[in-house]
């Protein structure tokens, strides 16, 4: 979702500060994949069916006043369970639907709604990232995603064929805990079998990736695939997804071929250095 305006930073690290991570853990939206054409486009195409016209500027501003307002339940310990799950959706969702003025909409809507997310066609793949995390895998590391995501995120990474990149899918809704709570990075350093000392986590929030990871110990990484929203010229500065500033000492990526870059293996073949 938006972000605010950067604040100037010292220059990227051209390699990343520490050992060689063994394992990889990354975020999910804005960092691999993000809705498409848009989260109001899919909305609409579900409110639609349901006989409900909105405007489609007026439905970014409720889906993003909605998203800034945060959960309605605490980043954890929660219930992890499909239907628990389904309920946190039904009532961000609802929120959303009283935002716009809209009047309260029948069950078949919100399932509606969740299996509309859960198709192929609402998803962009970000074009680097297929290759780079083939690289990442074929140059030895381990790779995991740790994500604050419904229930049914890895059916929807199967759908994507990013699954299989991935030895483990660390899932808020299936963990009982949101980033930036270090209830979940700490869940997924036990399924790796790790220390925090051998990770590194990549995302796109300040807030739930940067000084999630860093509650946990683990090395964090900010990818900002927009950097043009914030009018600069590179990533020398930034704000993240979230709009919170990111302390100088963090790398900041554009995409998964800086993440190669950082950890100093090659680009795939026909991927230009910057």
Request: net charge negative; glycine share 10%; charged share 20%.
């Amino acid at each position: 979702m938006p972000s605010g305006r950067a604040a100037r930073l010292t220059l990227v690290p051209a390699k990343l500060d520490g050992p060689r991570p063994e394992v990889i853990f990354l975020d999910v939206g804005d960092t691999m994949v993000r809705a498409h054409p848009s989260w109001a486009a899919v909305y609409r195409h579900v409110l639609a069916g349901f006989g409900v016209v909105v405007d489609e500027a007026r439905l970014g501003v409720a889906l993003e006043h909605t998203f800034g307002e945060g959960g309605d339940h605490p980043e954890g310990p929660f219930e992890a369970s499909a239907e628990a799950s389904y309920q946190r959706l039904k009532s961000f969702d609802a929120r959303v639907l009283a935002a716009l003025g809209q009047s309260p909409q029948p069950d078949d809507f919100f399932r509606a709604l969740e299996s509309a997310f859960g198709e192929r066609s609402a998803w962009w793949v970000f074009e680097d990232v297929p290759a780079a995390l083939a690289t990442m895998r074929e140059s030895g590391f381990r790779l995991g995603v740790i994500s604050n995501w419904s229930w049914s995120a890895p059916e929807l990474l199967h759908t994507l064929e990013l699954a299989r990149h991935f030895e483990m899918l660390v899932i808020s809704d299936r963990v009982g805990y949101l980033k930036p709570h270090s209830g979940i990075f700490e869940h997924a350093l036990a399924v790796a079998g790790i220390s925090a000392a051998q990770a590194i986590h990549v995302g796109d929030s300040v807030r739930a990736d940067v000084r999630g990871a860093r509650s946990a110990g683990i090395r964090p990484v900010l990818i900002d695939r927009h950097p043009d929203a914030h009018g600069r010229p590179d990533v020398s500065a930034a704000t993240g997804g979230d709009g919170c500033a990111v302390d100088a000492d963090v790398p900041v990526i554009r995409d998964l071929n800086g993440l190669l870059d950082l950890l100093d293996v090659p680009r795939p073949p026909g991927v230009a250095a910057p």
